[in-house]
């Protein structure tokens, strides 16, 4: 029976961290920035309509969608680089373990 082969993996590079932060950082804006802003043309149609006046579609953009992105920004700038650092430390460290058990053997 053969052994399996073991392929190295490569280590964990630091400076792909903000990479990856500011990458997930922009999609998760522009994604609630989008669904704000359709919920919001939503609402301003529907109140306008109840109302019986034209709709105003910058309340949507101004009042709805920009603070809903900002605040979503904030959250996943800091929920997005909790998690990568800890994804790079543990990667690190199992890295460091492969290294001292491949010199072992």
């Not at 052994?3 to 400076?15: D, F, K, Q």
Request: aromatic residues 6%; proline residues 6%.
């Amino acid at each position: 029976m053969k052994e399996p082969v073991a392929t190295p993996s490569r280590a964990p590079r630091w400076y792909l961290v903000p990479v990856r932060v500011l990458l997930i950082t922009t999609i998760v804006t522009l994604l609630t920035f989008a669904v704000s802003l359709l919920l919001g043309i939503c609402g301003s149609i529907l109140i306008a309509k109840l109302q019986g006046t034209a709709p105003d579609l910058r309340v949507a953009y101004r009042h709805i969608a920009f603070p809903a992105a900002g605040i979503s920004a904030a959250i996943s700038l800091v929920a997005a680089t909790l998690m990568e650092l800890r994804h790079y430390r543990r990667a690190k460290t199992l890295s460091h373990i492969e290294r001292q058990i491949e010199r072992a053997i």
